[in-house]
């Protein structure tokens, strides 16, 4: 059997290690990290003790390995993904209180949507998402919001790729993924119904940070229904511009998120006002 390990960085290698672990298979043992990055047992048995005396692995009692703390360490440290998880949470749980369904957060990583945060009803539409995975970008409206802001390259190289279908709805057309990139940008927020699951509707709104640069996609999940779709992205809209707002102040760049410079009418403000006292009401909670 041959490997792809040929002619890659020893850094290469050790990402290949660690990208064998997902969030609903987080324990493996050595043989099937090996066959999950594709390495030689004798390759994957080195790397993976390289790993383990560095803490980024770690070796369990029944000889599986999972993700070392350390790596959370690192993690902690980006003033990226985490700081806006942590401007965006208060938000997220005012959103969450009225919907009372799926509300989450994500980030572009290459031509995927990384969610940082999901808070969910325990009866919820069923939901494919999970803190930490990834869904391709051109299937989730999370992803579509992400693309819609993206560099032209990052758009033409979904394009030009595989765009996996979930159903009969996934939008799997480059002109038509196109067309929806330009709609969004247009209207502000996106409306998914049964791209990756025909009982789910997904919606999401751009969220974003210092100078206007959309940096997350604050985004719910509910049944897909014969109900509006407007009213929940005018609420997500106000919580982004909050959430945008409370990040740039975070960054020291307070003057970039003022509400009225992103277009929002009075009667919007109103609404952010209140959503904001139950996202000052959830910090309380947090911290007290």
């Known amino acids: 059997m041959a490997h792809r390990s040929a002619g890659q960085s020893a850094l290469a290698r050790h990402l290949r290690v660690l990208d064998a672990f997902h969030p609903l298979h987080p324990f493996l043992t050595l043989a099937e990290i090996a066959r999950a990055a594709d390495l030689a047992p004798s390759t994957a048995h080195r790397l993976v003790g390289e790993l383990v005396r560095e803490g980024l692995l770690e070796r369990q009692d029944d000889r599986t390995y999972r993700l070392g703390v350390r790596l959370w360490e690192y993690a902690s440290r980006t003033p990226g993904a985490i700081g806006v998880r942590e401007a965006a ?49 051109h299937a989730s409206a999370t992803g579509l919001v992400l693309l819609a802001h993206a560099p032209r390259d990052l758009v033409d190289a979904v394009t030009s790729g595989t765009m996996r279908r979930y159903t009969d709805r996934t939008i799997t057309s480059p002109q038509r993924l196109r067309d929806e ?24 709104v751009p969220l974003r940070g210092a100078g206007g640069q959309v940096v997350a996609a604050l985004g719910v999940v509910v049944p897909s229904d014969s109900s509006p779709a407007r009213p929940i992205a005018d609420l997500l809209t106000a919580a982004a511009v909050g959430a945008s707002r409370d990040l740039s102040r975070a960054t020291g760049h307070a003057h970039d998120a003022a509400p009225e410079s992103l277009g929002v009418s009075p009667r919007s403000l109103a609404y952010i006002a209140e959503l904001e006292r139950e996202a000052r009401s959830a910090r309380t909670d947090v911290s007290g």
Not at 183 to 197: A, K, N, Q, T, W
């Open 181 to 204: 990139l330009a709609r969004i940008r247009h209207d502000g927020f996106v409306v998914g119904d049964g791209y990756i699951h025909l009982d789910a509707r997904s919606v999401a």
């Open 89 to 137: 949470r208060p938000w997220i749980d005012a959103v969450h209180r009225r919907v009372r369904q799926h509300t989450q957060l994500g980030v572009l990583q290459g031509i995927d949507v990384l969610f940082l945060e999901r808070v969910s009803w325990p009866d919820a539409v069923v939901n494919a998402t999970i803190i930490g995975g990834r869904i391709p970008a």
